[in-house]
């Protein structure tokens, strides 16, 4: 196998970036990923765009077609369909909502699309290089670095083989191989908790909440007591009327495997809860799945002349548009070292300076919005309903949307004190909850 300039781990959102722009620039550059169509989409993840100013230092916006990337100046193409969602509703296991409009000019919270059809963008785009071969049905298995640069242990479905290279680029996700090869996992992060994802494309629903983003809080939606749902329409093959709705199981588990099964919670929202009206004549039209290991960033992401990019160095994710941008600055900074000898260092101190997460008081702050879960449900209700003449603006984020819910909650803090002075103080703890806790994973 001749030997390249660099290998990349991924053809996600990250890796198809990097690609793209160190093979625009002449390297030869090896793309490896263990799906047999990189453009399919298996997995579950957040396909909102995230459109709250400065969201990982980045303001990212949809227009003409493209997701300008303001900050870094650049733009990528996506024809695709879009759903400005112009609301976000929390619902208590009593029903109640906490409504939430949209903070943006246009007035959304976010904007949703179709990663199908940005991966199949992204992958047009870097197929365009000649210098550029790419490996399906192939599976990274580890990475070491070696006195010339990089050497990655590669398996298809006949074989084991290596490839060399000069730098390799682990953008295989948040269980990253090429990360937990090195040792990262054991050296650098610490490890929080492991959940169970399963998201349900739905055609006929009875919806009645139009473009909005919803979430259900509580343990009272939750066969086991635990995890959380989102829904909102999601744009399909193109599709966006009539809508298809997009539902989304998020389980924390200890030990191998959930004691209850997305299906089974799956089962029990659909034809037994309150909700079930919703999905009388529900048809599923696909399912995606993951199981995600939560770990702490990796604060330095560049381990010799190996680059660890977007989930690969993350916790929980960086978005479709993080995997994007830092796929750039990733991409800009090899094709950098390896015309001068320096540059890798500058996509590390970008990576430590923008990523939200590599503060831990972020981490805790986002993860306190699941803190909810700690209250009993008909006291989620009780303060639910206590906004219930408010008007609330926000956005759907997970670094402010913690502070949008507390802050709309202790704006009645005077009147939960004098009917429920107990909940009061439980309500004014609730950024003390342990990352654990929020996770719902604490061991009892």
């Known amino acids: 196998m001749k030997k390249y300039d660099v290998i990349i781990a991924g053809a996600g959102p990250a890796g198809l970036t990097v690609a793209d722009i160190t093979a625009g620039q002449g ?9 047999k169509d990189i453009g399919r989409v298996f997995r579950s993840c957040c396909c909102n765009l995230i459109i709250e100013p400065g969201t990982h230092a980045e303001t990212v916006r949809y227009a003409d077609g493209a997701m300008h990337f303001e900050g870094n100046d650049f733009s990528v193409p996506y024809a695709g369909s879009v759903i400005p969602l112009t609301n976000s509703f929390k619902i208590a296991p009593g029903g109640t909502t906490l409504h939430i409009r949209g903070k943006s000019a246009e007035g959304s919270v976010a904007v949703s699309y179709e990663k199908e059809a940005m991966i199949q963008g992204l992958l047009a785009r870097a197929r365009q290089h000649r210098t550029l071969d790419i490996m399906e049905g192939v599976q990274a298995l580890g990475v070491e670095n070696t006195s010339s640069g990089v050497r990655v242990h590669l398996r298809s479905t006949d074989r084991t083989f290596t490839a060399s290279g000069r730098i390799a680029v682990a953008a295989d996700g948040v269980n990253s191989k090429l990360v937990e090869s090195l040792g990262l996992n054991q050296t650098r992060r610490k490890f929080f908790a492991r959940f169970k994802v399963a998201s349900y494309h739905m055609a006929n629903v009875n919806w009645p909440f139009g473009s909005a983003w919803v979430t259900l809080v509580g343990k009272g939606h939750a066969l086991g007591g635990r995890g959380q749902f989102y829904m909102c329409p999601k744009p399909h093959n193109g599709q966006t009327d009539p809508p298809i709705y997009e539902l989304t199981i998020g389980m924390p588990f200890i030990g191998k495997v959930p004691v209850i099964t997305p299906i089974e919670e799956l089962d029990n929202l659909t034809k037994k809860s309150r909700f079930a009206g919703w999905f009388d004549k529900m048809e599923i039209v696909d399912i995606r799945a993951a199981t995600l290991n939560f770990y702490t960033p990796l604060i330095n992401p560049v381990e010799g002349n190996v680059v660890a990019v977007g989930d690969s160095a993350s916790f929980i994710e960086t978005y479709v548009q993080g995997g994007i941008m830092y796929g750039f600055q990733a991409g800009r900074a090899i094709v950098k070292q390896l015309e001068t000898g320096r540059g890798l260092e500058d996509y590390a101190a970008s990576w430590g300076a923008s990523f939200e997460y590599n503060n831990p008081e972020e981490i805790k702050k986002a993860t306190s919005g699941f803190g909810l879960h700690v209250l009993k449900d008909e006291d989620l209700d009780y303060l639910f309903g206590l906004t219930k003449d408010d008007t609330i603006f926000g956005y759907v984020n997970e670094f402010s949307d913690p502070d949008t ?19 009061a103080v439980l309500l ?17």
């Not at 390297?27 to 799906?35: S, T």
């Not at 802050?407 to 909940?423: C, F, K, S, T």
């Open 27 to 35: 390297l030869r550059v090896l793309l490896v990923d263990l799906k």
């Open 405 to 423: 819910v507390r802050n709309a909650l202790y704006g009645h803090i005077d009147q939960v004190e004098a009917e429920r002075p107990e909940l």
């Open 428 to 444: 004014r703890k609730m950024r003390e909850v342990s990352v654990h806790d929020a996770l719902q994973v604490t061991k009892k």
